[in-house]
């Protein structure tokens, strides 16, 4: 059976059909020729200016950022994508909150629309903090295809962890 972990929650005759992708080792066929761009948001200092620029555009209103870095140890799926996080420190007696916005490294070498669409994730927080409906139509409106996007995610994901492991399939 190969372990299709990341696609729990979707319907059973698609996980049978990236099933099949798999078992006729026709994943990495499937995602090149859906998402053959690479992009250069390789630091953190790009990632953060690349996040407000998001948000700049559709959430202008929502609470600000003050970090957003890229964490190697962060499990991706564990964590449902991303991490979004508020730290409250301590400044002058008050406590403040701190919002910082942590990315999975992987996304550095992942397609841009992955990238755009873990940020739009993670951005869509801000103002909605459970995986509600008004989330997902916050996404869809940050990027059109969202969706999809998400769902083609998970397969990389799949397909990144067989590059790595073998094949899931015994
Ligand atoms: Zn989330």
Wanted: charged share 25%; proline share 4%; glycine share 6%.
């Amino acid at each position: 059976m190969t372990s299709l972990k990341y696609l729990q929650g979707y319907p059973a005759s698609l996980q049978e059909q990236v099933r099949l992708l798999c078992e006729r080792g026709h994943l990495q066929a499937y995602l090149s020729s859906r998402y053959p761009g690479s992009h250069s948001v390789q630091s953190d200092k790009t990632l953060y200016t690349y996040t407000l620029e998001v948000k700049q555009a559709y959430l202008k209103n929502a609470p600000g950022i003050d970090k957003v870095l890229y964490d190697a140890k962060l499990d991706v799926m564990q964590k449902a994508l991303g991490l979004h996080t508020s730290i409250s420190r301590v400044h002058g007696g008050k406590l403040k909150a701190k919002k910082e916005i942590r990315i999975a490294s992987l996304f550095k070498d992942a397609a841009p629309e992955f990238l755009k669409m873990i940020v739009v994730h993670e951005l869509a927080h801000l103002k909605e903090h459970e995986h509600n409906k008004a989330f997902y139509q916050l996404c869809e409106h940050m990027l059109p295809g969202y969706h999809q996007i998400e769902f083609d995610l998970r397969v990389y994901l799949l397909w990144r962890d067989q590059e790595q492991n073998g094949p899931a399939i015994s």
